[in-house]
Nanobody, 126 residues
C-alpha cells in the first residue's frame, strides 16, 4: 500500500497550489483521507480530513475558507486545493489514510492514520 503526494512548490503569498495524493495497492473508498503538514522546526499538524463514507470534512481553523479537499474515486486520488496561500502555510505536506470511526478524536491526529505518503514541500514567499 502506497500513498504518493505531489504538487508542492514555491509560490508567492496570495497564490494557489493543488496537491495530489494517489493511492496504490488498495482502494481507499472506505478510509478517511487526511492532509497534515510540518512547518520547519515544528511538530506535524492537522490540516484537513475527509470521509466519503461518513460524508464529512473537517478543516483546521487556520486553513478554513482557503483550502478544499476533494477525492476522485476512479483515480483513487485525493486533492488539496490551496488558495490565498500565506507564508505561514510553508511546510512539508503529507497525505495519510486511516479507518478510525468518523466520530473518533484520533482522525485529526497523526496517530489516527495508518498509511502515509512521503511529503511534498510547499514554500510560500512573502
Amino acid at each position: 500500500v502506497q500513498l504518493q503526494a505531489s504538487g508542492g512548490g514555491l509560490v508567492q503569498a496570495g497564490g494557489s497550489l493543488r496537491l495530489s495524493c494517489t493511492a496504490s495497492g488498495r482502494t481507499f473508498s472506505n478510509y478517511h483521507m487526511a492532509w497534515f503538514r510540518q512547518p520547519p522546526g515544528k511538530e506535524r499538524e492537522f490540516v484537513v480530513v475527509f470521509s466519503s463514507r461518513a460524508g464529512g470534512t473537517i478543516y483546521a481553523d487556520s486553513v478554513k475558507g482557503r483550502f478544499t479537499i476533494s477525492r476522485d474515486r476512479a483515480q483513487n486520488t485525493a486533492y488539496l486545493q490551496m488558495n490565498n496561500l500565506k507564508p505561514e502555510d510553508t511546510a512539508v505536506y503529507f497525505c495519510a489514510a486511516g479507518n478510525r470511526p468518523w466520530g473518533d478524536s484520533s482522525i485529526v491526529r497523526p496517530s489516527g492514520c495508518y498509511y502515509w505518503g512521503k511529503g511534498t514541500l510547499v514554500t510560500v514567499s512573502s
